[in-house]
């Protein structure tokens, strides 16, 4: 069986050490592994499958020793210097960083929904942003089945997915509201406390009034569906969970559908865990999407303001199948095109 090696890029940082986390679940026939962060975090060790890995200092050389894929999770600024340095390298770059996602030669690849997109990359290939990898393994059936005419997204994503300031944000929060304690001096990451609030506002403001994750999820779901004219429009709020993003979607199709069909479609998707009984009180719940890498879709309704769209509740691990595992997916699947 033919071995590889893989470079892991931000391995000390929240997704990284996730990503480790998955790849020691895959076993797949790796034969070496390097651990890569900034000069901050170098000289760290780490246990990774069974033994201690010393992390080392990411530089321009980084890849002179040959790798056949890294997975970036250092970053937007460090992957556009890097991701290149290691392609022209000969090794194959699957980026978390929103760096390369909107590049017309660059494959934005959810592995349930386009594989197809890897067999015509050119050394880099971009994760989407976690919340739209749950939203399009929900949506590409369906556009499949019925060809969806217009989108309407309402997020309510967790704190890990502003990172580890944002997760020191929430975690403080909870300390200086338990203290009855107005000082807000310990904000690192968001503009406001995030602990028993909500922030409908992630990342910046754009000059249309919409933020840079809203038009993140907008043109990464219409290059990854292949709708660059799809109508979608989004809002996306920060809220005081700890992992896994929700997310309400609703859809208007261009044809009519049978309900008990349209939920039997998603009950056979790959990677799809329907979870619908209003009469049990069963629905996807944040809590219990943490550690999976399944999306789970449920409040699934008829839309019935128009003549044939739905509601849907989308959630998943942001930083598992929204991240580390997505990248991970798709190093599988070049292994099983090499």
Known sequence: ???????????????GRTVLKVL????????????????KSAGKKVSFMGKEYVVQELTEHSFDKGFDFAIFSAGGETSKKYSPIASQKGCIVVDNSNAFRMDSTVPLVVPEVNPEELKSHH???????????QAVVALKPLEDAYHIKRIVYSTYQ????????????????????????????????FAHPIFNNCLPHIDV?????????????????????KRPDLKITATTVRVPVMNAHSESINVEFEKDFDLDELKNK?????????????????????????????????????????????NLWVVADNIRKGAASNAIQIVEKLMELN
Do not use: W
Not at 24 to 39: G, M
């Open 1 to 15: 069986m033919k071995t590889y090696k893989i470079a892991v890029v931000g391995a000390t940082g929240v997704v």
């Open 24 to 39: 020691e679940e895959k076993n797949l026939p790796v034969s070496e592994y390097v651990l890569f962060a900034s000069s």
């Open 123 to 133: 050394g880099i290939i971009a994760n989407p942003n976690c919340s739209t990898i």
């Open 158 to 189: 967790a704190v890990s997915g502003a990172g580890a300031k944002g997760i020191a944000d929430y975690q403080n929060g909870l300390k200086h509201y338990l203290e009855k304690d107005a000082d807000t001096s310990y904000l690192q990451k």
């Open 205 to 225: 403001f754009l000059e249309n009034g919409y933020t840079k994750e809203e038009e993140k999820m907008i043109n990464e779901t219409r290059k990854i569906l």
């Open 266 to 310: 998603l009950e056979h998707s790959p990677s799809i865990i329907v979870e619908d009984n209003p009469q049990t009180e069963d629905y996807p719940l944040a809590i219990n999407a943490f550690g999976h890498d399944e999306v789970f879709v449920g409040r699934i309704r008829r839309d019935e303001s128009v003549s044939s769209g739905i």
